[in-house]
């Protein structure tokens, strides 16, 4: 479902995009001539760093669509959204191609949908959560990527960004289903870039430590609070010192977040495929 169409770019980038049959240059050649701006796919873009990437992606002036399973609260003027939900594998299929004949081919996407698992341990899990975690966080990734590979491998160029975690590298106590789902990402990311190392596509996560300010940031902190010993409350967080979490002695923002994506976005980021980017004020460091 379509909107906010207020995308008029059609004739532009239909008349340019794709390159087919130009020989792979390792994914520094943009698929396109002079005259084609750039086009990308933020799925989970109604809030939290999925919004804040389709902000600073539409102010660079290129063309995004925003994908997630409820409305933004603020609509950006120009940026064309569409409801999906990424359970739906159907309804991603489906999204996606008719996202991609509008705009003829995207330069990369960013996939933000991600939910948390209430830090369960392990007696708390059921079959429900489990498949929920996994479902989104997993299986919706693998969707669409398998969705929007063809159109990349037909241009030879892409660029795939995942937004993992720390807690796709370390764990704590509890949290498991988002922590396996997590790690599961890591390994979605490691076999993709494998899969298309040669195609002009690179595929990468960023791996953030606790961002305040989005939806999930509460439970994030949650998560970690809750994996230390002895601490159970997100509360105690800000009563103490945020070093204990994170190194560099404060949580994260957005605005700490977005330029790495866009880093990873980008035609310079050609030689990095396959990895996940810490940014985490230190977390994973030590
Ligand atoms: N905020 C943090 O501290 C933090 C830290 C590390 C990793 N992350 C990861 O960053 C990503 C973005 O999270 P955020 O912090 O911006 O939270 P957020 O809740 O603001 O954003 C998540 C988005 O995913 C969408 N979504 C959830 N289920 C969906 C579904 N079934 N179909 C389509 N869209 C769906 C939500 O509607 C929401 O817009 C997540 O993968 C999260 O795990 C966040």
């Given at each position: ?5 207020g ?34 796919f ?28 409820v ?5 950006l003027?120009?940026?064309?959204f ?77 660029r ?42 690179t595929?990468n ?33 800000f ?9 560099v ?38």
């Open positions: 479902m379509i909107a906010n169409m995308v008029e770019h059609n004739e532009q980038i239909g008349a340019s995009a794709g390159n087919p049959g130009q020989e792979s240059t390792a994914g520094t050649a943009r698929p396109s001539g002079a005259f084609r701006r750039e086009v990308f933020v799925i989970g873009g109604a809030s939290g760093l999925g919004a804040a990437t389709v902000e600073a992606l539409h102010d660079r002036g290129t063309v995004v669509v925003a994908f997630d399973r409305a933004p609260k603020v609509a003027p120009g940026v064309e569409r409801l999906v939900d990424v359970r739906d594998a159907a309804g991603v299929e489906r999204e996606m191609q008719d996202a991609l004949e509008r705009v003829g081919a995207i330069d990369g996407f960013v996939y933000a949908a991600g939910v948390l698992d209430g830090h369960a341990y392990l007696g708390e899990t059921n079959e429900e959560l489990l498949d929920l975690v996994l479902d989104v966080n997993v299986k919706g990734a693998i969707r669409v990527a398998r969705a929007l590979a063809p159109s990349m491998c037909e241009t030879g160029y892409g795939m960004v995942f937004i993992g975690s720390i807690a796709g590298t370390v764990a704590g106590a509890g949290g498991l289903p988002y922590t396996v789902s997590k790690h599961a990402l890591t390994g979605v990311v490691k076999s993709l870039a494998l899969e298309f190392a040669d195609r002009g596509i595929v996560a960023i791996a953030p430590g606790a961002v305040s300010g989005t939806n999930i940031a509460t439970g994030v902190l949650d998560q970690m609070v809750g994996s230390l010993p002895g601490e159970r409350s997100s509360e105690s967080i009563g103490q010192p945020a070093h204990k979490l994170h190194p002695g404060r949580l994260g923002t957005v605005d700490a977040i977005v330029p790495s994506i866009l880093h990873l976005l980008s035609p310079q980021s050609w030689f990095i495929t396959g990895t996940s980017l810490a940014v985490d004020g230190g977390y994973t460091a030590r």
